[in-house]
């Protein structure tokens, strides 16, 4: 047995992203409406049935696009000149309405075709108008400034799309060169670590294998290699200062502002226990915010939490950042064990300067991630000691 399922769409008049703009110009609908209820018998119903239809039409166009744009904008043409001519030459003015459309094409063909065939419309109209042995000439004075607004408006309104045009295509241009310079500079700094760190450490890694040779056959020798690699080791930290102050890190304090404001646009509090600390080295720094913008990251997308906490605490050789929250928690009450593409590059990351991951449940509900960075601390005197 097959089940039929219907799925009940929701009449939508016009589309959403243009807003309130579409009904605003429904008001000038009312004017033709007031004009044909002084007609009667067949113009008072064939009008009404030709507003209808323009309206109809003025819906469509706002939906449709190809040959269907060119029918429905052709429609409103041929009511607008019907009306005109057959019933009141003041029905003209519903030339607004097509008006509006026909600088929305992007064809330059398309659009004077379009354009002439209102201008047409106009002085058939007014021609109309003059015919009728009743018209004053000085009616002219007001309708002639309107006629001008219509045929200018088309310009107006493909000017003004044009430049919508170059600015969504300016926003993809800088987006596109931002993400080329952000590849440029993980080239750059992968070409830089390659080419200050590769050889030194390289050098490093045999120089310990030849101490761990010498030991017990020459430790003079052995300790005079080992003093070698100190000193290797110092420069590769130097030159990873060096590579480190030409980045731009992130620091704490402004992940935590960040992190604050994005949890906000989703609707969950943060609360911070502790003060984020400010004398870490850049490179610390930068690794700690990258974890805690990663962990609020999951967070608002597989914990539907409602309350977030940040905790800082320090010992003289440990720092300890934890995130937790009140969301469902992990699933099976699994741990830490299995990580996903963004705790294990957490992970990695941390490698990176010593530091470790725990993902685990919480006290009562939620996640807590903590995270756990030894931190080193030379005096002056240890440093010129080494």
């Given at each position: 047995?097959?089940?039929?399922?219907?799925?009940?769409?929701?009449?939508?008049?016009?589309?959403k992203?243009?807003?309130?703009?579409?009904y605003?110009?429904?008001?000038y609908?009312?004017?033709?409406?007031?004009l044909i209820?002084?007609?009667?018998g067949?113009?008072?119903?064939?009008?009404?049935?030709l507003?209808?239809?323009?309206?109809?039409a003025?819906?469509q166009?706002?939906?449709?696009?190809?040959?269907?744009?060119?029918?429905w904008?052709?429609v409103?043409?041929?009511?607008?000149?019907?009306?005109?001519?057959?019933?009141?030459?003041?029905?003209?003015f519903?030339?607004?309405?097509?008006a509006s459309?026909?600088?929305l094409?992007k064809?330059?063909?398309?659009?004077?075709?379009?354009?002439?065939?209102?201008?047409?419309?106009?002085?058939?109209?007014?021609?109309?108008?003059g015919?009728?042995?009743?018209?004053?000439?000085?009616?002219l004075?007001?309708?002639?400034?309107f006629?001008?607004?219509?045929?200018?408006?088309?310009?107006?309104?493909r000017?003004?799309?044009?430049r919508?045009e170059?600015?969504?295509?300016?926003?993809?241009?800088?987006a596109?060169?931002?993400?080329?310079?952000?590849?440029?500079?993980?080239?750059r700094?992968?070409?830089?670590?390659?080419?200050?760190?590769?050889?030194?450490?390289?050098?490093?890694?045999?120089?310990?294998q030849?101490?761990e040779?010498?030991?017990?056959?020459?430790?003079?020798?052995?300790?005079?290699?080992?003093?070698?690699?100190?000193?290797?080791s110092?420069?590769?930290?130097?030159?990873?200062?060096?590579?480190?102050?030409?980045m731009?890190?992130?620091?704490i304090s402004?992940?935590?502002?960040?992190?604050?404001?994005?949890?906000?646009?989703?609707?969950?509090?943060?609360?911070?226990?502790?003060?984020?600390?400010?004398?870490?080295?850049?490179?610390?720094?930068?690794?700690?915010?990258?974890?805690?913008?990663?962990?609020v990251?999951?967070?608002?997308?597989?914990?539907?939490?409602?309350d977030?906490?940040?905790s800082?605490?320090?010992?003289p050789?440990?720092?300890?950042?934890?995130?937790?929250?009140?969301?469902i928690?992990?699933?099976?009450?699994?741990?830490?064990q299995?990580?996903?593409?963004?705790?294990?590059?957490m992970?990695?990351?941390l490698?990176?300067i010593?530091?470790?991951?725990l993902?685990?449940?919480?006290?009562?509900?939620?996640?807590?991630?903590?995270?756990?960075v030894?931190?080193t601390?030379?005096?002056?005197?240890?440093?010129?000691?080494?």
């Amino acid at each position: 047995m097959i089940r039929m399922t219907t799925v009940k769409r929701k009449l939508q008049l016009f589309p959403k992203e243009d807003g309130y703009y579409p009904y605003v110009w429904l008001v000038y609908m009312v004017i033709p409406i007031i004009l044909i209820n002084l007609q009667m018998g067949t113009k008072l119903f064939g009008g009404y049935a030709l507003i209808l239809l323009f309206f109809i039409a003025y819906r469509q166009l706002h939906w449709t696009t190809g040959a269907r744009y060119h029918l429905w904008l052709s429609v409103q043409f041929a009511i607008m000149a019907i009306l005109s001519l057959w019933i009141n030459p003041y029905y003209v003015f519903m030339g607004f309405f097509p008006a509006s459309f026909i600088g929305l094409y992007k064809q330059e063909k398309q659009f004077k075709v379009a354009l002439a065939a209102l201008i047409i419309i106009i002085f058939l109209a007014i021609f109309k108008a003059g015919l009728d042995a009743d018209f004053d000439p000085l009616n002219l004075t007001y309708i002639i400034p309107f006629m001008v607004v219509m045929i200018i408006m088309p310009f107006a309104n493909r000017s003004h799309q044009k430049r919508k045009e170059l600015q969504k295509q300016l926003n993809a241009a800088n987006a596109q060169i931002e993400l080329l310079i952000k590849r440029e500079e993980r080239v750059r700094i992968a070409r830089d670590l390659h080419d200050t760190l590769g050889h030194t450490l390289s050098l490093i890694t045999l120089k310990s294998q030849l101490v761990e040779k010498l030991v017990i056959r020459d430790p003079v020798r052995a300790a005079a290699e080992a003093n070698e690699i100190q000193l290797t080791s110092r420069a590769a930290l130097q030159q990873v200062r060096e590579l480190v102050s030409d980045m731009r890190t992130t620091t704490i304090s402004e992940e935590l502002a960040e992190t604050e404001h994005i949890l906000q646009a989703a609707h969950i509090q943060l609360h911070i226990n502790g003060a984020a600390p400010s004398m870490l080295p850049p490179l610390m720094q930068n690794i700690i915010s990258m974890c805690i913008k990663e962990s609020v990251t999951n967070m608002i997308k597989h914990s539907a939490a409602t309350d977030c906490t940040i905790s800082f605490t320090f010992t003289p050789s440990l720092i300890t950042v934890s995130i937790e929250d009140n969301g469902i928690g992990l699933p099976n009450n699994s741990s830490n064990q299995q990580y996903g593409n963004g705790l294990n590059g957490m992970k990695e990351r941390l490698g990176l300067i010593e530091g470790t991951l725990l993902l685990e449940n919480g006290n009562s509900t939620g996640c807590k991630l903590t995270i756990q960075v030894p931190l080193t601390v030379k005096t002056q005197q240890q440093e010129e000691s080494v």
